[in-house]
């Protein structure tokens, strides 16, 4: 492409729908039979997410916790410390990468790539804008459900891999509490998608567009909504091992949980999937009962607020703002509340979420069936 | 690889590499599991290893081993002065060095028999009512840790922050003094001491209600803290146990009030207990409960101690500090009541010596932990971690 020509490119980038032509062109792109414009554009959500994850995730954390405990937070590493990152991970990458000599070699090297593929599988099928969805699965809902559970393989390998006693604590923790949320989690995600009539996730999200913006989303879609929403928050939480669920990487009685073993970039690839799953189930709780890339905005007479904050990039501006508003969330819980014991949290799970869950479950299917 | 039984655990699977011997894999009985924990683990507060016997997540049997930060206190202290043994006990309850220096300037004063000034001992019961503030913020806030609060702790240390800063200002050190000596002080308070410390009291009072409501009111940790680790008050008296912890189990006894030294009889505080409303008497919110609500009352004493203190002039705080201390042959035991309890000092003058023939610390933490056994029997590993931060040991004062 010569100078010239990029004016004439970048005019219709911005250009709302012209992102789908310029998409669609890239995925015909596949030189050699090898269909290569598809792999690139399946990466461009995950490059964007890591970039996110490594920067602004780690970095949010460590600022918002410093705001909230009357401290600064990093300030050396460039202004405000923004770059104190990726000062860190260039240090992580400079670490030797142990392996325990009494480790499983085999599941300790493959445990953390697991759970990382696990964590950002599920981005595929995210809808970032009416024009970009890495694979528009007619099921994404239940994959982005599924793949999730992939992570907790990676995280019994790891945890199993280490042969260190606290490890196992971690790992077999995680695991009875992953798989234990995931029904909450599901039961509450089936009320979207009952609401919706669909599990196609750009589906999901059209059908919560509208003039009145905010109106539409599935949460003030029934009576009832905020149940399950509520129920999936939580059970959420649970599900990326967050305060006051971080029970696996209990750090005051666990030492790091199933990663106590992990150094160098082994340690900082876990540390990604967690940040990755975190905007994960932040992007799939905005997707279901917030309306997804849809603006919040409604029009009000002439304004035609909700028309002029809509579009594939305003989409995608409204997503990651959900997205990041729920972690600001989890955040807060995080350096607010202490850890729930074990038991507590399985407690919480069968006794409590899960009952009203199926509670939600019924009442949505009643509404859908009754209400017009 | 070879068959090889190790200690009657049964056939083992092992590889040797090089020198050392790898299990692979051992006859996998199930049922329980040795668990060590510690001395390098985050919520053993120092150098404190517990091996647990563990059924899942059900420790069967807890043994505290210690000794991994012994410094021979004691036999150092046959070798010194008297004066120099001032700096040692810093170093024993490291958290609340004036106090610790306290108790054994009372031992060597009782020992020698020598009238105080007035203002010293003020002076006295001011620094080491900071530093017990001082200390139960540091044991609140990593209790808070423990149970995965980390924000508390840091508005705890950053409320400690001051008292520090105070106590530099008075001492010229933040943590190990050498302040209170044998007959009276180091130095003189600054002359704006007063003032300040006036200052800290209106600033910190509001602050124990926040710290109130973020944690000790907080539901999780509510949830995580009541029930857990109860001490009833008979087993707590044979333990031994003193301070805090004892009140905790609803046992009336404080120090200051029932063998008073100092100028503790002047004033006028209170012994907080817990009440069994909002803990059950005797577990771990119940020593938390009384920690917190000490420090109220340590406010207290420091207000009236500035209000009733002689005021500085002609006052030299060496002026009864005697030149060479020589105690008459006999022996002595004094204590103080400590943040964490009763710490004691018994020693003994051949009457000779310029340096103590003997001279034990009688240290409230060991005494606290030796009870681990008994309350770690059937808890969880988070409950383990939480009676471990209730007991608020110092590792210094342990192993000393």
Redo the contacts between chains.
Sequence with gaps: MTLAALPQFSIPLLMGNSLNVWSEALVGFSPMGLPLGMVILAAIPLVFIALYSLTYGVYGERKI?AF????LGPMEVGKWGILQTIADILKLLQKEDIVP??ADKFLFVIGPGVLFVGSFLAYAVLPFSSAFIGASLNVGLFFAIGIVAIEVVGILAAGWGSNN?WSL?GAVRSVAQIVSYEIPAGIALLCGAMMAGTLDMQKITMLQSGSYGFAHFYLFHSPIAWLPFLIYFIASLAEVNR??F??PE??????AGYFTEYSGMKFAVIFLAEYGSMFMVSAIISIVFLGGWNSPLPNIGSFALNEWTNGPVWGAFWIIMKGFFFIFVQMWLR??????????LMYLCWKVLTPFAFVSFVLTAIWEIYVP | MQELDIAGQGSIRVTR?SN?V??LEKDLATEQ?V?AMGPQ???THGVLKLECLTDG?VITEAVPYLGYLHRCFEKCCENVDYPAIVPYTDRLDYLAGMNSEFAYAIAVEKLLDVEIPRRVEFIRVIVAELNRIASHLVAIGTY????????PF??CF?DREHILGLLEWASGARMLYNYIWVGGLAYDVPSDFNKRVKEFVDYFRPQTVELYK??TE?E??V??TKGIGIMPADVAINYGWSGPMLRGSGVDWDLRRNDPYSVYPELDFKVPLPDGKVSDIGDCLSRHLVRALEMEESLKIIEQCIDKMPSSEGFNPRSAVPKRVRPKAGEVYARAENPRGELGFYIQSDGKSTKPLRCKARSSCFVNLSAMKDLSKGQ????L?AIIGSIDIVLGEVDR
């Design positions: 916790s909230m405990q009357d401290r000599t009494s006693k604590y305060a006051p971080d029970i209990a750090e005051s009685e666990l030492v350096w607010t509340l202490p850890r729930l014991r074990v038991d507590q | 590499k050392n790898v299990i599991m668990l683990h985050p919520s997540e808070g840790i423990d149970l995965g609060a980390f924000t840091l508005f950053r973020l944690l907080n999780i940790f949830k995580r969880l590993i988070p409950d971690v």
